[in-house]
């Protein structure tokens, strides 16, 4: 009630300060007939003036005085006509007025008890986050987000894709537990933008490797649903973003689906600092750093971040600007002291380890990788990262050979 009184009466007194501004005594405006009644006035007293100084004979006086006389009726009656034309006036204005600022204030009233919420009491953080956690806890389930998508536009027609993919899906009734082939199928219906069979496909994969599947599974399924549901992160979804953060923490596409996660849920202050996070982790051409810059300001003002655009940190340059040490730098290297190379090799051999732990590379970059590790004498580590490459690129022969060729020595060294 205390709500309705206090907007009642500052509503009021608007609409007051607004009619008393109207109903202001404004200066005059004289008419023109005024002039006029005023003029022949003052002739009427000169004729009057003339006829006792004998200038007019009494007859022509009466003659001008009638003349005169006639003009003052006139002029008279003009400046009537005008004072009542000015008085409808003013009060029409003043009716309109009156009606409108009475039709605003009832107009925003019944629009606040549409839209708005009448006697809601200003909520603490803790219990707006504990309201959120429930919706979290009741928020639709994958199935059901996948049933409410609306039909949308594929991707353009791919004919020879999908002739091997309803090929690939024939093999498959026949083989259910072959791993590879199932892999393969769940990337090519993604890539044909089926993505709810691509998650069934990966759903079944993950369940057929059981332990043995990796991080890199598991946020490919969350992608998966989360693309079949419209860009919602379900319940499931969430289930499989946290597995494969579990195992994969620093994977990109991870982060960046539990920052819209949580940005969805109503939890900016969650979604804020792993978005932020991951920008100052990723290179400009990372897939994820455009939608993040799209979004990340209004997650910003919603978690009442106290920052701009320009405090946050700024994505390393493009890959190809930044692929580690290559022969040229190592060549360039031989001129510096023996430690000013030692620590420019290490690095940059660092920072391509790290994206490529965080974001994969090309066969090419594990190779020189691979070789940089070797230049600096961490055989071991050479050794380490050759073998997960050959988990990584199992598939590609072509990738094989590129690595087998930067571990050479390794293989020399060995024999």
Do not use: C
């Amino acid at each position: 009630m205390g709500f309705w009184i206090a907007t009642g009466a500052f509503s009021a007194l608007v609409m007051l300060v607004l009619m008393l501004a109207v109903l202001r005594p404004r200066k005059a405006t004289v008419p023109a007939a005024a002039y006029d009644l005023q003029v022949y006035r003052d002739q009427l007293r000169e004729v009057e003036k003339d006829i006792a100084r004998g200038i007019l004979s009494e007859e022509e006086g009466v003659r001008a005085r009638t003349e005169v006389s006639r003009r003052v009726l006139e002029a008279d009656r003009a400046l009537q006509q005008a004072k009542a034309a000015e008085l409808r006036a003013s009060g029409l204005d003043r009716a309109i007025l009156g009606v409108g600022l009475v039709a605003t204030v009832a107009g925003a009233f019944l629009v606040y008890l549409q839209i708005g919420a009448p006697g809601y009491s200003d909520l603490p953080i803790a219990t707006r986050i504990e309201l959120v956690e429930e919706r979290r806890a009741t928020r639709p389930a994958q199935a059901e987000a996948e049933e409410q998508v609306p039909f949308r536009e594929g991707l353009p027609p791919d004919p020879r894709r999908e002739e091997l993919v309803a090929q690939l899906r024939t093999i498959m009734e026949q083989r259910p537990d072959d791993a590879q082939g199932l892999g393969l199928l769940a990337t090519n219906e993604a890539a044909l933008g089926n993505f709810r069979a691509a998650r069934v496909a990966q759903e079944r994969l993950i369940a057929l490797m059981g332990d043995q599947a990796t991080g890199f599974h598991h946020i490919d399924l969350a992608e998966m649903m989360i693309l079949a549901a419209g860009g919602y992160v379900s319940p499931e979804a969430e289930a499989a973003l946290t597995r494969g953060l579990q195992l994969e923490p620093r994977n990109g596409t991870g982060r960046y689906y539990a920052g819209l996660m949580f940005a969805q849920q109503g939890r900016p202050d969650l979604a804020f600092p792993i978005w932020r996070n991951l920008l100052a982790d990723s290179t400009i051409d990372a897939p994820w750093v455009e939608p993040i810059l799209l979004q990340i300001e209004e997650v910003m003002f919603l978690a009442g971040v106290p920052e701009s655009m320009s405090d946050l940190p700024q994505p390393a340059p493009a890959a190809g600007t930044a692929r580690g040490p290559s022969a040229e730098d190592l060549a360039a290297a031989e001129n510096m002291s023996a430690e000013d190379r030692q620590a420019m090799i290490e690095s940059m051999v660092e920072g391509l380890a790290a994206r490529l732990a965080s974001e994969g590379g090309t066969p090419e970059e594990w190779a020189r990788l691979i070789g940089a590790q070797i230049v600096l004498g961490r055989t071991d580590q050479a050794r380490a990262i050759y073998d997960e490459g050959r988990t990584v690129f199992a598939e590609s022969p072509e990738a094989l050979t590129i690595l087998d060729a930067a571990a050479a020595p390794l293989n020399e060294a060995q024999d």
